[in-house]
């Protein structure tokens, strides 16, 4: 499985007939949808699932979020799923899909997580390149916590820019 890439699951996402569920709604199934929504094959994602949904969201990247536990009752076909979770929780996951027969299961690694976050970055820089701007210094947060340190340090580091009359731009992950 190490040897497929992102671009081998998209591929057959976009070939197949087939629509697709996420598992997972975290950090790595954000990043995964904003990378097929970015190829073009977003409608063909009917939403994501989680093992319970003890916690009330309906919805994650306006898709609907399915509950394992009420598959039976609402009679759902997951034909293909992509799990999207960290490693310490995929054979897990791939356990519970097994026990509903899925017949396609495809693993997001790590070699995949890299690439979907330079992908991620490759597209901002696109961006940039194209707002017709011109900056000295570009700023990546890896997140977006107003409690992390590193995000803190990000601000006063924007702040002594400005006081210093550089131009910059500070892009924040959404994922």
Do not use: W
């Amino acid at each position: 499985m190490d040897n497929i890439s992102i671009h081998n699951i998209i591929e057959n996402l976009k070939s197949g007939n087939n629509d697709f569920y996420i598992y997972g709604n975290g950090t790595i199934a954000k990043l995964l949808f904003l990378t097929i929504e970015d190829c073009g094959i977003s409608s063909k994602c009917k939403g994501f699932i989680v093992t319970s949904k003890d916690y009330g969201i309906e919805n994650f990247c306006n898709m609907p979020v399915f509950s394992l536990q009420c598959k039976k009752r609402m009679d759902l076909e997951f034909d293909k799923v992509i799990i999207a979770a960290y490693p310490e929780r995929q054979m897990e996951m791939i356990n519970n899909l097994r026990e509903y027969k899925v017949a396609e299961i495809f693993v997001v690694t790590q070699t995949m997580i890299d690439e979907m976050e330079c992908i991620y970055v490759e597209n901002i820089r696109d961006s940039i390149r194209n707002d017709g701007n011109q900056y000295d210094i570009l700023l990546m947060s890896s997140d977006n916590l107003l409690t992390s340190g590193a995000f803190r340090c990000l601000l006063d580091l924007s702040c002594e820019l400005k006081k210093n009359n550089l131009s910059f731009l500070v892009v924040l992950p959404c994922f």
